[in-house]
């Protein structure tokens, strides 16, 4: 079990930039595929991107593909997401998750608190 906690939403015009951060407060994310999935008001959680505990491979939902890129520093424990040219439909809050399979991309477990990203047009 490994306790989330993400940050770095927040209000950004379009074509804009944020770098998202999920750090472990509790455990280490070393040995855990992360996946960012977002949901916005009304809508189901969807994916986002993963990761795999190596940083060897990566996975991208088509809608954030060549915008956002996933990566990792397990020496600081913590994975991000830092996402350019961001869109208004962008805008939803972001939960990272452990243990998500990059493949299927169905979620673990554990998951963060969620951070608030809004994208003004």
């Known amino acids: 079990q490994v306790q989330l906690v993400d940050s770095g939403g927040g209000l950004v015009q379009a074509g804009g930039s944020l770098r998202l951060s999920c750090a472990a407060s509790?455990?280490?994310?070393?040995?855990?595929?992360v996946g960012w999935f977002r949901q916005a008001p009304g809508k189901g959680r969807e994916f986002v991107a993963a990761?795999?505990?190596?940083?060897?491979?990566?996975n991208y939902a088509d809608s954030v593909k060549g915008r956002f890129t996933i990566s990792r520093d397990n020496a600081k424990n913590t994975v991000y997401l830092r996402m350019n040219n961001l869109k208004p439909e962008d805008t939803a809050v972001y939960y990272c998750?452990?243990?998500?399979?990059?493949?299927?991309?169905?979620?673990?477990?554990?998951w963060g608190q969620g951070t608030q990203v809004t994208v003004s047009s």
């Open positions: 998750n452990a243990g998500t399979n990059i493949w299927t991309t169905d979620p673990g477990r554990d």
């Open positions: 509790e455990g280490t994310l070393t040995s855990w595929n």
């Open positions: 990761i795999m505990w190596s940083g060897g491979s990566t």
